[in-house]
């Protein structure tokens, strides 16, 4: 079967860095995504890796291991409005989008 | 334009309503989808159209039946829900469907509560 874990949730203080981790079992790979959902909202694009590396973007950065299954989320400079769920989700060999369940990130002041 | 717009925002309807909800697109996608999401969990796909046809129904009851008059128009027709059928619907679209890179671009989605 395909299967996808991420943490339920996780708690950090504003300013601090925080890393969400995600593995994987999928038929297949072509590609990992990590979206961002504000609660109540729609899931809106952070990262995508295919290649094995860290791919930086900002405050955030993404790394893949395809040879492990793994994956994580770097988020730096914690700030309040990133409170929110982190999605990730592979792209299996049919090209289909597996979603982990994702993590709740709560940030404290 | 790089937004999906999704109409109405909240939905009430009762068991025996007719309702649909709409979704429309100006960015040139020609891949468009249907997503249920509860709280707590990730979206779950309910349909996928390219190029205005349906290529993929992940086993949706018939209550829900999609519909794509345009590539940048993308309803979904709702006949006899149940109450569990309340959720939060997405639509979403991409540039292509069946490539790795495929970003999504999801709407702000309809929340829908059946009584």
């Known amino acids: 079967g395909q299967n996808i874990d991420q943490p339920t949730e996780m708690t950090a203080t504003e300013g601090a860095i925080v890393q969400i981790n995600c593995t994987y079992q999928t038929s297949g790979f072509n590609g990992l995504f990590w979206y961002q959902q504000h609660a109540g909202e729609a899931p809106t694009f952070l990262s995508y890796?295919?290649l094995d590396g860290l791919e930086e973007k900002g405050r955030f950065s993404s790394f893949l291991s395809r040879s492990k299954g793994y994956s994580y989320l770097l988020l730096k400079e914690l700030q309040m409005k990133d409170s929110a769920s982190y999605l990730c989700a592979v792209v299996d060999s049919n090209y289909q989008l597996i979603w982990g369940a994702g993590t709740k990130l709560i940030i404290k002041p | 334009d790089t937004e999906v717009t999704q109409t109405p925002k909240h939905l009430v309807m009762g068991m025996t309503n007719k309702k649909s909800l709409k979704c429309e697109q100006h960015?040139?996608?020609?891949?468009m989808y249907w997503y249920k999401q509860k709280a707590k969990k990730p979206p779950e796909l309910m349909f996928v159209y390219s190029y205005e046809k349906l290529s993929i129904n992940e086993s949706v009851p018939s209550r829900f039946s999609p519909e794509c008059p345009n590539s940048s128009l993308l309803n979904l027709h709702l006949h006899a829900l149940q109450p569990e059928d309340s959720a939060l619907y997405l639509c979403?679209?991409?540039?292509?469907?069946?490539?790795?890179?495929?970003?999504?671009?999801f709407g702000a989605g309809s929340r829908l509560t059946v009584l």
């Open positions: 890796n295919v």
């Open positions: 960015m040139g996608h020609r891949a």
């Open positions: 979403a679209s991409s540039q292509e469907m069946g490539s790795g890179a495929n970003v999504l671009t």
